[in-house]
Protein backbone atom coordinates (compact mmCIF):
# COMPACT_ATOMS: atom_id res chain seq x y z
CA UNK A 1 0.00 0.00 0.00
CA UNK A 2 1.43 3.39 -1.17
CA UNK A 3 -0.24 6.80 0.46
CA UNK A 4 -0.03 10.03 -1.85
CA UNK A 5 0.10 13.13 0.40
CA UNK A 6 -1.31 16.35 -0.75
CA UNK A 7 -1.53 20.04 0.26
CA UNK A 8 -2.81 22.54 -1.61
CA UNK A 9 -1.48 25.88 0.17
CA UNK A 10 -1.65 29.62 -0.84
CA UNK A 11 0.60 32.11 0.79
CA UNK A 12 1.63 29.88 4.21
CA UNK A 13 4.73 29.32 3.79
CA UNK A 14 5.56 29.46 7.21
CA UNK A 15 2.63 27.27 8.04
CA UNK A 16 3.52 24.68 4.93
CA UNK A 17 7.04 24.72 6.32
CA UNK A 18 5.35 23.30 10.01
CA UNK A 19 3.16 20.89 8.06
CA UNK A 20 5.92 19.37 5.65
CA UNK A 21 8.47 19.21 9.09
CA UNK A 22 5.83 17.04 10.38
CA UNK A 23 4.99 14.70 6.79
CA UNK A 24 8.76 14.09 7.37
CA UNK A 25 8.44 12.60 10.54
CA UNK A 26 6.14 10.01 9.89
CA UNK A 27 7.25 6.35 11.60
CA UNK A 28 5.66 4.99 8.11
CA UNK A 29 8.64 3.91 5.85
CA UNK A 30 9.64 7.12 3.56
CA UNK A 31 9.46 4.41 0.50
CA UNK A 32 6.12 4.62 1.58
CA UNK A 33 4.68 7.63 0.45
CA UNK A 34 4.42 10.31 -2.12
CA UNK A 35 4.04 14.42 -0.92
CA UNK A 36 2.90 16.65 -4.08
CA UNK A 37 2.49 20.25 -2.86
CA UNK A 38 -0.28 22.21 -4.79
CA UNK A 39 0.49 26.00 -4.95
CA UNK A 40 -2.39 28.16 -5.92
CA UNK A 41 -0.58 30.69 -6.97
CA UNK A 42 1.48 32.31 -3.78
CA UNK A 43 2.75 35.52 -3.49
CA UNK A 44 5.04 34.75 -0.58
CA UNK A 45 8.14 31.96 -0.11
CA UNK A 46 6.33 29.22 -0.33
CA UNK A 47 8.67 28.24 -3.28
CA UNK A 48 11.15 28.52 -1.11
CA UNK A 49 10.13 26.02 1.33
CA UNK A 50 9.04 23.50 -0.98
CA UNK A 51 12.79 23.74 -2.99
CA UNK A 52 13.76 22.74 0.70
CA UNK A 53 11.72 20.21 0.95
CA UNK A 54 12.66 18.64 -1.87
CA UNK A 55 16.12 18.08 -0.49
CA UNK A 56 14.65 16.09 2.28
CA UNK A 57 11.62 14.23 1.39
CA UNK A 58 12.69 10.93 -0.61
CA UNK A 59 9.46 11.38 -2.89
CA UNK A 60 8.04 15.25 -3.30
CA UNK A 61 6.38 16.97 -6.42
CA UNK A 62 5.55 20.88 -6.35
CA UNK A 63 2.77 22.16 -8.76
CA UNK A 64 2.49 25.86 -9.29
CA UNK A 65 -0.94 27.02 -10.47
CA UNK A 66 -2.64 30.23 -9.53
CA UNK A 67 -6.20 29.28 -11.26
CA UNK A 68 -8.19 30.30 -8.04
CA UNK A 69 -9.53 27.81 -5.83
CA UNK A 70 -8.38 24.52 -3.76
CA UNK A 71 -10.18 22.38 -6.34
CA UNK A 72 -7.29 22.96 -8.73
CA UNK A 73 -4.70 21.82 -6.54
CA UNK A 74 -7.00 19.05 -5.31
CA UNK A 75 -7.06 17.72 -8.89
CA UNK A 76 -4.29 18.70 -10.13
CA UNK A 77 -2.32 16.54 -7.29
CA UNK A 78 -5.07 13.62 -7.85
CA UNK A 79 -3.72 13.47 -11.88
CA UNK A 80 -0.07 13.02 -10.51
CA UNK A 81 -0.47 11.19 -7.10
CA UNK A 82 0.59 7.19 -7.47
CA UNK A 83 -0.46 6.09 -4.33
CA UNK A 84 -3.58 3.85 -3.78
CA UNK A 85 -4.68 6.20 -1.07
CA UNK A 86 -4.66 9.76 -1.45
CA UNK A 87 -4.34 11.49 1.60
CA UNK A 88 -5.35 15.55 1.47
CA UNK A 89 -4.20 17.88 4.17
CA UNK A 90 -3.93 21.02 4.92
CA UNK A 91 -1.18 23.75 5.04
CA UNK A 92 -2.59 24.41 8.88
CA UNK A 93 -2.40 21.13 10.11
CA UNK A 94 0.37 18.87 11.23
CA UNK A 95 -0.07 15.41 11.43
CA UNK A 96 1.12 13.21 14.41
CA UNK A 97 4.00 10.77 13.68
CA UNK A 98 1.60 7.69 13.69
CA UNK A 99 -0.46 9.43 11.17
CA UNK A 100 0.28 7.23 7.88
CA UNK A 101 0.84 3.99 9.74
CA UNK A 102 -2.73 4.38 11.09
CA UNK A 103 -4.23 5.27 8.02
CA UNK A 104 -2.47 1.82 6.89
CA UNK A 105 -3.98 -0.08 9.22
CA UNK A 106 -7.80 1.85 8.97
CA UNK A 107 -7.94 0.61 5.64
CA UNK A 108 -5.98 -2.48 5.48
CA UNK A 109 -9.05 -3.69 7.77
CA UNK A 110 -11.39 -3.92 5.09
CA UNK A 111 -11.44 -3.56 1.57
CA UNK A 112 -15.04 -2.06 2.32
CA UNK A 113 -13.22 1.47 3.89
CA UNK A 114 -13.53 3.96 1.46
CA UNK A 115 -12.54 6.70 3.98
CA UNK A 116 -10.88 7.17 6.92
CA UNK A 117 -9.65 9.76 9.29
CA UNK A 118 -8.43 10.74 12.94
CA UNK A 119 -8.75 12.89 15.52
CA UNK A 120 -8.34 16.57 14.52
CA UNK A 121 -7.28 18.49 17.55
CA UNK A 122 -7.16 22.05 17.46
CA UNK A 123 -4.05 24.34 18.37
CA UNK A 124 -4.55 27.81 19.43
CA UNK A 125 -2.19 30.68 18.90
CA UNK A 126 -3.95 32.85 21.54
CA UNK A 127 -6.08 31.92 24.55
CA UNK A 128 -9.71 31.62 22.94
CA UNK A 129 -13.18 33.44 23.21
CA UNK A 130 -15.12 32.17 26.12
CA UNK A 131 -17.69 32.38 23.19
CA UNK A 132 -15.99 29.37 21.25
CA UNK A 133 -18.28 26.82 23.91
CA UNK A 134 -21.26 27.93 22.60
CA UNK A 135 -20.55 26.74 19.38
CA UNK A 136 -18.46 22.93 20.62
CA UNK A 137 -21.06 20.07 20.67
CA UNK A 138 -21.27 17.02 22.39
CA UNK A 139 -18.55 16.15 24.88
CA UNK A 140 -14.69 14.90 24.69
CA UNK A 141 -15.09 11.26 22.71
CA UNK A 142 -18.09 12.09 20.55
CA UNK A 143 -16.82 16.24 20.01
CA UNK A 144 -17.29 18.36 17.05
CA UNK A 145 -16.43 22.26 16.62
CA UNK A 146 -17.56 22.20 13.44
CA UNK A 147 -16.96 26.23 12.47
CA UNK A 148 -12.90 25.16 13.15
CA UNK A 149 -13.06 21.40 11.89
CA UNK A 150 -12.05 20.06 15.58
CA UNK A 151 -13.35 16.07 15.64
CA UNK A 152 -13.07 13.44 18.39
CA UNK A 153 -14.16 10.12 17.82
CA UNK A 154 -12.54 8.90 20.59
CA UNK A 155 -10.46 6.29 21.63
CA UNK A 156 -11.44 3.23 19.92
CA UNK A 157 -10.91 2.25 15.91
CA UNK A 158 -14.79 2.42 14.91
CA UNK A 159 -17.23 3.63 11.99
CA UNK A 160 -18.16 6.83 11.64
CA UNK A 161 -20.58 9.10 8.84
CA UNK A 162 -19.15 9.52 6.20
CA UNK A 163 -19.82 13.55 5.65
CA UNK A 164 -17.58 13.91 8.87
CA UNK A 165 -14.50 12.95 7.36
CA UNK A 166 -12.77 16.33 6.87
CA UNK A 167 -10.54 18.42 4.73
CA UNK A 168 -7.74 18.91 7.20
CA UNK A 169 -7.36 15.34 7.98
CA UNK A 170 -9.07 13.05 4.38
CA UNK A 171 -7.77 9.61 3.40
CA UNK A 172 -9.52 7.93 0.45
CA UNK A 173 -8.68 5.20 -2.06
CA UNK A 174 -7.56 6.98 -5.05
CA UNK A 175 -10.29 4.55 -6.96
CA UNK A 176 -13.33 5.60 -4.66
CA UNK A 177 -12.48 8.95 -5.43
CA UNK A 178 -12.87 8.83 -8.78
CA UNK A 179 -15.47 6.31 -8.62
CA UNK A 180 -17.01 9.25 -6.94
CA UNK A 181 -16.45 12.57 -9.77
CA UNK A 182 -13.58 14.10 -7.71
CA UNK A 183 -13.98 16.66 -5.65
CA UNK A 184 -16.55 19.68 -5.73
CA UNK A 185 -15.45 23.20 -5.28
CA UNK A 186 -13.42 24.21 -2.05
CA UNK A 187 -11.91 27.01 -0.54
CA UNK A 188 -11.81 30.26 -3.29
CA UNK A 189 -10.55 33.50 -2.79
CA UNK A 190 -12.54 36.36 -0.79
CA UNK A 191 -13.63 37.94 -4.15
CA UNK A 192 -14.97 34.77 -5.82
CA UNK A 193 -16.37 33.01 -2.44
CA UNK A 194 -19.31 32.70 -4.18
CA UNK A 195 -17.90 29.93 -6.20
CA UNK A 196 -17.50 27.71 -2.97
CA UNK A 197 -19.27 24.41 -3.28
CA UNK A 198 -19.37 21.07 -0.53
CA UNK A 199 -15.86 20.05 -1.63
CA UNK A 200 -14.68 17.11 0.48
CA UNK A 201 -18.47 16.46 1.76
CA UNK A 202 -19.53 15.93 -1.96
CA UNK A 203 -16.78 12.72 -1.86
CA UNK A 204 -17.99 11.14 1.49
CA UNK A 205 -21.84 11.22 0.41
CA UNK A 206 -20.93 9.80 -2.79
CA UNK A 207 -18.54 7.05 -0.99
CA UNK A 208 -21.49 6.21 0.96
CA UNK A 209 -24.07 6.17 -1.76
CA UNK A 210 -21.70 3.45 -3.36
CA UNK A 211 -21.62 1.39 -0.78
CA UNK A 212 -18.17 2.59 0.86
CA UNK A 213 -17.73 2.86 4.37
CA UNK A 214 -15.69 5.57 6.79
CA UNK A 215 -13.31 4.50 9.40
CA UNK A 216 -12.06 6.79 12.49
CA UNK A 217 -8.43 5.77 13.59
CA UNK A 218 -7.72 7.84 17.38
CA UNK A 219 -3.75 7.57 16.16
CA UNK A 220 -4.62 9.24 12.77
CA UNK A 221 -4.49 12.23 14.32
CA UNK A 222 -3.31 16.15 13.26
CA UNK A 223 -3.39 19.28 14.88
CA UNK A 224 -5.26 22.18 13.23
CA UNK A 225 -3.45 25.41 13.77
CA UNK A 226 -5.84 28.46 14.56
CA UNK A 227 -3.97 31.68 14.66
CA UNK A 228 -5.50 34.71 16.43
CA UNK A 229 -7.32 36.21 13.60
CA UNK A 230 -9.17 33.34 13.55
CA UNK A 231 -11.17 33.99 16.88
CA UNK A 232 -12.76 37.02 15.77
CA UNK A 233 -16.53 37.39 14.69
CA UNK A 234 -15.97 38.51 10.85
CA UNK A 235 -13.96 35.25 10.61
CA UNK A 236 -17.46 33.74 12.12
CA UNK A 237 -18.97 35.65 9.88
CA UNK A 238 -17.07 34.49 7.00
CA UNK A 239 -17.05 30.63 7.67
CA UNK A 240 -20.84 30.44 7.51
CA UNK A 241 -21.18 32.63 4.19
CA UNK A 242 -19.21 29.43 3.02
CA UNK A 243 -21.16 26.99 4.68
CA UNK A 244 -24.12 29.11 3.26
CA UNK A 245 -22.99 28.60 -0.14
CA UNK A 246 -22.05 24.74 0.18
CA UNK A 247 -25.69 24.22 1.63
CA UNK A 248 -27.03 26.35 -1.75
CA UNK A 249 -25.04 24.15 -3.94
CA UNK A 250 -26.02 21.17 -2.72
CA UNK A 251 -29.55 22.73 -2.74
CA UNK A 252 -29.13 23.66 -6.69
CA UNK A 253 -27.49 20.73 -8.23
CA UNK A 254 -30.08 18.42 -6.37
CA UNK A 255 -33.18 20.52 -7.62
CA UNK A 256 -31.04 21.44 -10.64
CA UNK A 257 -32.85 25.20 -10.80
CA UNK A 258 -32.88 28.01 -8.57
CA UNK A 259 -35.14 27.88 -5.08
CA UNK A 260 -36.16 31.02 -2.60
CA UNK A 261 -33.71 32.19 -0.37
CA UNK A 262 -34.96 30.98 3.42
CA UNK A 263 -36.51 32.97 5.56
CA UNK A 264 -35.33 34.54 8.25
CA UNK A 265 -36.85 31.65 10.72
CA UNK A 266 -35.59 29.30 8.36
CA UNK A 267 -32.20 30.33 8.49
CA UNK A 268 -32.57 30.80 12.53
CA UNK A 269 -33.54 27.11 12.86
CA UNK A 270 -30.00 26.07 10.44
CA UNK A 271 -28.02 28.23 12.82
CA UNK A 272 -29.23 26.44 16.02
CA UNK A 273 -28.06 23.12 14.90
CA UNK A 274 -24.57 24.34 15.65
CA UNK A 275 -25.04 25.64 18.84
CA UNK A 276 -24.65 23.33 22.10
CA UNK A 277 -27.56 25.38 23.76
CA UNK A 278 -29.25 27.49 20.98
CA UNK A 279 -31.12 29.76 23.30
CA UNK A 280 -28.01 30.57 25.29
CA UNK A 281 -25.69 31.82 23.09
CA UNK A 282 -24.52 35.63 22.91
CA UNK A 283 -26.70 37.16 20.65
CA UNK A 284 -23.59 39.18 18.29
CA UNK A 285 -22.05 35.67 17.49
CA UNK A 286 -25.84 33.79 16.49
CA UNK A 287 -26.21 37.19 14.35
CA UNK A 288 -23.02 36.84 12.70
CA UNK A 289 -23.65 32.92 12.22
CA UNK A 290 -27.52 33.62 10.69
CA UNK A 291 -26.21 36.41 8.54
CA UNK A 292 -23.68 34.17 7.01
CA UNK A 293 -25.90 31.56 6.02
CA UNK A 294 -27.96 34.16 4.42
CA UNK A 295 -25.85 36.17 2.74
CA UNK A 296 -24.03 32.78 1.01
CA UNK A 297 -26.91 31.16 0.22
CA UNK A 298 -28.24 34.78 -1.63
CA UNK A 299 -24.32 34.82 -2.93
CA UNK A 300 -25.08 31.26 -4.85
CA UNK A 301 -28.64 32.23 -5.85
CA UNK A 302 -27.96 35.52 -7.37
CA UNK A 303 -25.30 34.27 -9.06
CA UNK A 304 -27.60 31.13 -10.90
CA UNK A 305 -30.33 32.90 -11.62
CA UNK A 306 -28.44 35.80 -13.13
CA UNK A 307 -25.18 34.53 -14.86
CA UNK A 308 -25.35 31.45 -17.46
CA UNK A 309 -22.06 30.65 -16.84
CA UNK A 310 -21.91 30.66 -13.22
CA UNK A 311 -24.85 28.35 -13.65
CA UNK A 312 -22.72 25.92 -15.64
CA UNK A 313 -20.19 26.60 -12.72
CA UNK A 314 -22.56 24.65 -10.09
CA UNK A 315 -24.32 22.58 -12.31
CA UNK A 316 -20.90 20.71 -13.66
CA UNK A 317 -21.31 16.76 -13.86
CA UNK A 318 -17.80 17.09 -12.48
CA UNK A 319 -14.67 19.65 -11.87
CA UNK A 320 -12.16 16.59 -12.93
CA UNK A 321 -10.67 18.25 -15.67
CA UNK A 322 -10.33 21.57 -14.67
CA UNK A 323 -9.29 23.22 -17.86
CA UNK A 324 -12.95 22.09 -19.09
CA UNK A 325 -14.41 23.52 -15.91
CA UNK A 326 -12.45 26.47 -15.43
CA UNK A 327 -14.15 28.76 -18.03
CA UNK A 328 -15.84 31.27 -16.26
CA UNK A 329 -14.45 35.01 -17.14
CA UNK A 330 -14.39 35.70 -13.26
CA UNK A 331 -12.11 32.67 -12.63
CA UNK A 332 -10.24 32.86 -15.76
CA UNK A 333 -9.50 36.76 -15.30
CA UNK A 334 -8.14 36.46 -11.22
CA UNK A 335 -4.79 37.98 -10.40
CA UNK A 336 -3.51 36.78 -6.79
CA UNK A 337 -2.82 39.38 -4.53
CA UNK A 338 -1.29 37.87 -1.03
CA UNK A 339 -4.32 39.17 0.82
CA UNK A 340 -5.57 37.17 3.70
CA UNK A 341 -7.57 35.02 3.03
CA UNK A 342 -11.61 34.64 4.05
CA UNK A 343 -10.64 32.71 7.06
CA UNK A 344 -9.73 36.14 8.67
CA UNK A 345 -13.07 37.74 7.87
CA UNK A 346 -11.57 40.11 5.59
CA UNK A 347 -13.09 40.48 2.44
CA UNK A 348 -15.96 37.39 2.35
CA UNK A 349 -18.82 39.36 1.14
CA UNK A 350 -19.72 42.13 3.96
CA UNK A 351 -18.41 40.99 7.51
CA UNK A 352 -19.70 43.66 8.90
CA UNK A 353 -23.39 42.63 11.07
Same mark, same amino acid.
Given at each position: ?60 ? &? ?131 RFYGDGEVHVGRAAGALGYKAR &? ?32 FQTLRAAGKAFAVPTNAEIAGI?? @? ?28 ? @? ?14 NYLDIDRCYSHPDLLSYQPSGA ?14
Amino acid at each position: MKFTVSITTCNRAESLARTLDAVRAQDLDAGAFEVIVADNGSTDDTKSVCDAARARIADFT &YIHDARPGQLVGWHLALAKASGDITCFIDDDVCPDPTWLSALADAFAADDQVGLATGPIRLAFEAPPPDWLAAMTLGEPGGQTLPFLGLLDAGSDVRDIPNNMVWGSNFAVRRQVLLEAGGFHPGAMPASLIRFYGDGEVHVGRAAGALGYKAR &YHPAAGVAHHIPARRMSLDAVYAKFVTSGCARAFQTLRAAGKAFAVPTNAEIAGIAA @GYFREPGAAPGDLVARVEKGLKDGMAAQLD @GFENDAEFRKWVLMDNYLDIDRCYSHPDLLSYQPSGAADWRSGNGALDARS
